[in-house]
Nanobody, 116 residues
């Protein structure tokens, strides 16, 4: 059974930091690039960050470049999203994603709220 389980969300003040984690099971994690998406209320889901299967390539949305860092530890089947200098507009549900030709895997999401 394939699972992606996100954790680490919460309420943080503007300028604060959070680290999201996503633990994968039920598939060969190290064979897949991984993504973090987010969806704010009333908005489309947005691709935030991508990391290649071995971790040597990363890419970021312009809105988070320089503030967010995606990383992974294949031995732990885990991908991370370190978020610094958080802004109210970063408030969203954050989802872990494994892109597949035959249908992506998705986690259930973790809520991040940036507010004073």
């Amino acid at each position: 059974q394939v699972q992606l389980v996100e954790s680490g969300g919460g309420l943080v003040q503007p300028g604060g930091s959070l680290r999201l984690s996503c633990v994968a099971s039920g598939f060969t994690f190290s064979n897949y690039a991984m993504n973090w998406y987010r969806q704010a209320p009333g908005k489309d889901r947005e691709l935030v960050a991508t990391i290649s299967s071995a971790g040597g390539y990363t890419n970021y949305a312009d809105s988070v470049k320089g503030r967010f860092t995606i990383s992974r530890i294949n031995a732990k089947n885990t991908v991370y999203l370190r978020m610094n200098s958080l802004k109210p507009e970063d408030t969203a549900v954050y989802y872990c994603n494994a892109p597949r030709v035959t249908g992506d895997y998705w986690g259930q999401g973790t809520q991040v709220t940036v507010s004073s």
